[in-house]
Each structure stands twice: as structure tokens, then as C-alpha cells.
């Protein structure tokens, strides 16, 4: 039985597919009724449609779920065998349930390990989908902030703890900044969020990558001020009832940051200019 999954790029969501019992070190394809199969990298895959009806579950991101429901009638249209049945729950749990085989298909918003990868033979990250992540914050007067991610990496180690922190105020020259607590927010569930959010502080600050690294899950420094929140909606409602609040909120969720008058930072990109996502 074949088992596909969808898994994530550090922003970039993926299709996983997996091929149990193939085996071969050649690339080929081949066309028998219909039917087109690749075969690259010990995998096999059959693509067309099937001679019986076929439902191909999945779970995971809740990013990727809107868009995978949207898949769902065009799909079952080109191949009428074959029946889509999406459902959120959040990336860590399609990334454990794609390996399970509880599903044949697994969204996560973070790509599947070297030692995932190969203790389940088959399994693959295919991109399918560009997503984006906000840094927001809530500091009352301040509709215009710029942060990078040394400065986000020592937010999260305890290091920066006022917003008027000098490593703040130079890179926000003529931005009057309070002197309000900062209170990092953090996910506590298993999270593809996360992983984009670590990944990018992994990328731009050697402490963080040597310490916490990345990962849906990572082992956060203790901070006193910090809080926790379950699911992008929890990040909204946190930051929203806490002034000095920063949090990372995935792109799913920007309406509803918007609407909770939380600021989105502009980032620093590798070209040293500061974005929006």
C-alpha cells in the first residue's frame, strides 16, 4: 500500500510520498494502462487513476489544511477512484502519524530528519506550498519595528529583557521604544511554527544554533517572562492580553493578529533588509 505525506520546508509545505516494498537504485518510467510509474531512489511510484475506490486520509497542519480542502473536489474530478480527506491537528502530529501509517498522507509546515527519513523507508519531503510567519508584538505606540534574529535569539534566551534595550534601539533609529518588559511566547505543542521560527534563529545566530537549534519541539532557555500558548489562536490571544508581548504567529492566523492590533515586525532578510513576511 502506498502512503503519501505532506510535510514542510521551513515555510515551504511539502507532499511526502511514500512507495512500501519497492526497492530499486535506477530511475525509469514505464506506462501500463494508463498508468505512469517513476522509479528514483529505491521508490516506486504509480500515478493515474485506480481501478478501485481509494480514500487517502491525512492530518497535520493546520496551515496546510485549507489549502488541501481546496484539492479535495479537483482531485476526486481527474480521478474519480480517488476521494481526499483532510483534517488539521497540528504538523507534529502528521509527521507521527504519516510514520505510524495512521495516514497516507501527513502535513507538517517542517521537513522530515536524516533519522526519520531512514528508519522509515520510503518516506519522502516533496514541496507543495509557499507559506510565510510573522514576528508580532504588542507595545502600545510603536506601529513600526524592526528585529532580526540575533535580536529574537536573545529575546528567547532571557538576554534582551526591556524593549528599550540598546541592541533593540539600533536598529530602530528615531523609534521611540518603551521601556515595557519583554515576554517571549513560545508554542508548547509540537509545532511546524516552531520550526520555522527556530530555524530561522538557527540561520542567523551562532548561539542559538549551537544551544536550542531547531526543531517542532526544542528544549527552550528558561526565561522568567516567558509564556507559552497552544496552537496559533493560543499566540494571538497570549500576546493580545499581554502588553510587551513578541510571538511567532504563522501566516494562517495574520487576520486574526490583525484583528487583535498585535504589530508585525518587519525581519531582516540574508540581504541585511528588513521585510514584512
Not at 506506462?31 to 500515478?47: E, K, Q, W
Amino acid at each position: 500500500m502506498k502512503r503519501l505525506f505532506v510535510a514542510g520546508l521551513s515555510g515551504l509545505a511539502a507532499l511526502t510520498l511514500v512507495a512500501c516494498g519497492s526497492s530499486s537504485k535506477t530511475t525509469s518510467s514505464t506506462t501500463a494502462g494508463g498508468n505512469t510509474s517513476t522509479t528514483a531512489a529505491s521508490v516506486t511510484v504509480t500515478t493515474g487513476n485506480p481501478t478501485s475506490a481509494i480514500t487517502l486520509n491525512e492530518d497535520g497542519s493546520s496551515l496546510l489544511y485549507p489549502y488541501l480542502q481546496e484539492l479535495v473536489t479537483p482531485l476526486h474530478i481527474q480521478f474519480a477512484n480517488v476521494t481526499l480527506a483532510p483534517a488539521a491537528g497540528g504538523s507534529g502530529k502528521g509527521i507521527s502519524d504519516a510514520i505510524a501509517g495512521n495516514v497516507q498522507m501527513g502535513g507538517s509546515d517542517a521537513y522530515l530528519s536524516n533519522s526519520q527519513i531512514s528508519s522509515t523507508p520510503g518516506l519522502q519531503n516533496i514541496p507543495i506550498a509557499v507559506s510565510a510567519q510573522a514576528v508580532n508584538y504588542n507595545l502600545t505606540g510603536v506601529s513600526s519595528l524592526k528585529l532580526n534574529g540575533s535580536v529574537l535569539a536573545q529575546m528567547y534566551e532571557g538576554k534582551i529583557t526591556k524593549w528599550n534595550d540598546p541592541a533593540v534601539a539600533a536598529l530602530n533609529p528615531g523609534v521611540t521604544l518603551p521601556s515595557t518588559p519583554v515576554v517571549p511566547v513560545r508554542r508548547v505543542d509540537s509545532s511546524g511554527d516552531t520550526f520555522i521560527f527556530t530555524s530561522f534563529l538557527s540561520a542567523t545566530d551562532t548561539t542559538w544554533s549551537n544551544g536550542p537549534s531547531f526543531g517542532t519541539t526544542v528544549t527552550w532557555p528558561a526565561v522568567s517572562s516567558e509564556l507559552t500558548a497552544s496552537g496559533n489562536p493560543g499566540m494571538v490571544q497570549t500576546c493580545q492580553m499581554t502588553a510587551g508581548c513578541v510571538a511567532y504567529i504563522g501566516v494562517s492566523a495574520e487576520a486574526s493578529a490583525q484583528s487583535a492590533k498585535l504589530g508585525e515586525a518587519m525581519l531582516q532578510n540574508k540581504a541585511g533588509n528588513y521585510e514584512l513576511p
